[in-house]
């Protein structure tokens, strides 16, 4: 079928969506990079332009979904279009946090900040990102957490997402609460994140059920990425 041209506006739309990052190595990797890419047809109908059929691409994954070969289990529109929902809520969550200008003083490196894997989930996964907020309160320190988790269940994944702000009253310790409707009468859901500022965070929930997605979970060990696991 001929080529019809992507529609200005709708390319527009779609490469300020992901920022110019690619979604597939954002799903794979959690590679955060600016690439030189392309805006895939997600089901290869070159006419087929609805947002939701397009999807930017790095040239060397836009070359493999694009590819045909028997050799090996091609990456599946599926596979692509949830990498594209987590990439798309990744970022909208963290461009929303506020912009500060003029002269900042924060910390060269703070031990705490970075992004945290989890470990030994087996097919779940789970990552968390810690990002260190200038003002501080009353001398403690603010950081905005934010993290994706996923359970594999029968029908498709279960995603659930999490972000707040958080104050690190107790060294490594960072508390967040608020009312849970997931029980018969509302309860105070705690999730409590301990970090040894050394690449490892423990993740604790109370009463969290419902609260970041459907049977979605954070608790569990972390390790920061690039560090020695």
């Given amino acids: 079928m001929a080529r019809i041209k992507i529609p200005s506006d709708v390319q527009a739309d779609i490469l300020t969506d992901c920022r110019r990052r690619c979604c597939i190595c954002f799903g794979l990797n959690r590679d955060t990079r600016l690439k030189s890419g392309q805006i895939a047809h997600l089901d290869h109908d070159n006419s087929n332009n609805v947002e939701t059929n397009l999807a930017f691409l790095c040239l060397d994954h836009h070359d493999q979904y694009d590819s045909v070969t028997s050799q090996s289990k091609k990456i599946t529109i599926a596979e ?78 279960n ?29 105070l859901a705690r999730t409590c994140l301990e970090l040894d500022g050394k690449g490892k965070l423990i993740v604790d929930e109370d009463n969290t059920l419902g609260l970041y997605g459907f049977n979605v979970s954070f608790i569990g060990q972390y390790a920061k990425a690039g560090s020695d696991r």
């Fill in 159 to 187: 995603m659930g997402f999490l972000d707040f702000e958080g104050i690190m009253y107790d060294t490594g310790v960072i508390i967040f609460e608020r009312k849970s409707s997931g029980f018969t009468e509302a309860k």
């Fill in 80 to 157: 692509v279009k949830a990498f594209k929902l987590e990439l798309s809520t990744s970022l909208a969550s963290a461009f929303a946090q506020r912009v500060h200008f003029g002269e900042i003083q924060t910390p060269p490196r703070d031990p705490y900040a970075g992004q945290y894997l989890r470990l030994g989930a087996g097919t779940d996964s789970a990552d968390l990102s810690l990002i260190p907020l200038p003002d501080s309160v009353e001398g403690y320190p603010r950081y905005f957490v934010t993290g994706m988790a996923i359970r594999t269940v029968a029908g498709g994944p």
